[in-house]
């Protein structure tokens, strides 16, 4: 029988960060390219679905400070850690 994809996202929310900094080549890189083709203007709204931990959030908020960003997890798996 297949995992329930809330049940799978749960059991992997706690390592997620460190693994995505640690083993995924070119993720850094892939977080600041993102963030680099988001919205300039000082009042610009980022919505981002599926946010998970949030963990490409701290890179978009390095470069724009002013944005008001929000992100959405439907099953609310991640929800603890962001």
């Not at 390592?15 to 300039?40: C, R």
């Not at 959030?57 to 850690?81: I, N, T």
């Amino acid at each position: 029988m297949l995992e329930k994809m809330d049940d799978f996202f749960t059991a992997r929310a706690n390592g997620y960060d460190e693994h995505m900094k640690s083993n995924i080549v070119g993720a850094s890189a892939f977080y600041k390219y993102t963030a680099s083709l988001l919205p300039t203007e000082k009042k610009a709204k980022v919505l981002d679905l599926g946010c998970g931990t949030g963990l490409e959030l701290e890179e978009f908020f390095c470069c724009k400070s002013v944005w008001q960003c929000y992100g959405d997890r439907p099953d609310g798996s991640y929800a603890r850690s962001a």
